[in-house]
């Protein structure tokens, strides 16, 4: 079974810093890229970051210039969200993502979703 598992969420103070990781089994991820999206009460899903599974295409919303960084490592099959500088408006549900149609930035064009994890930023 695929299975893609968050882990590193919690509560942080603005301005702190958070890493994310996102363990992904079940299947073969080469060809495939893994984003990140987050989702706060009563918004829509947004794109956050996005990397190929080669670690090449890395991609960025507007939203997170210079505060977030995407990594993978693939001898452990995670893919990582440094987030730095955090701010109040970074609070959400950080979902990890992995699509077959390449590096996207919209929820669609993903075929396996973990179940999130909570990031708190608060003062």
């Known amino acids: 079974q695929v299975q893609l598992a968050e882990s590193g969420g919690g509560l942080v103070q603005v301005g702190g810093s958070l890493r994310l990781s996102c363990a992904a089994s079940?299947?073969?991820?080469?060809?495939?890229?893994m984003g990140w999206f987050r989702q706060a009460p009563w918004k829509e899903r947004e794109f956050v970051a996005a990397i190929a599974w080669s670690g090449g295409g890395r991609y960025y919303a507007d939203s997170v210039p210079g505060r977030f960084t995407i990594s993978i490592d693939n001898a452990k099959n995670t893919v990582y969200l440094q987030m730095n500088s955090l701010k109040a408006e970074d609070t959400a549900v950080y979902y990890c993502?992995?699509?077959?149609?390449?590096?996207?930035?919209?929820?669609?064009?993903?075929?396996?979703w973990g179940q999130g994890t909570q990031v708190t930023v608060s003062s």
């Open positions: 079940g299947r073969t991820f080469s060809g495939y890229a």
């Open positions: 993502a992995a699509s077959s149609k390449g590096v996207a930035g919209t929820p669609r064009e993903y075929d396996y």
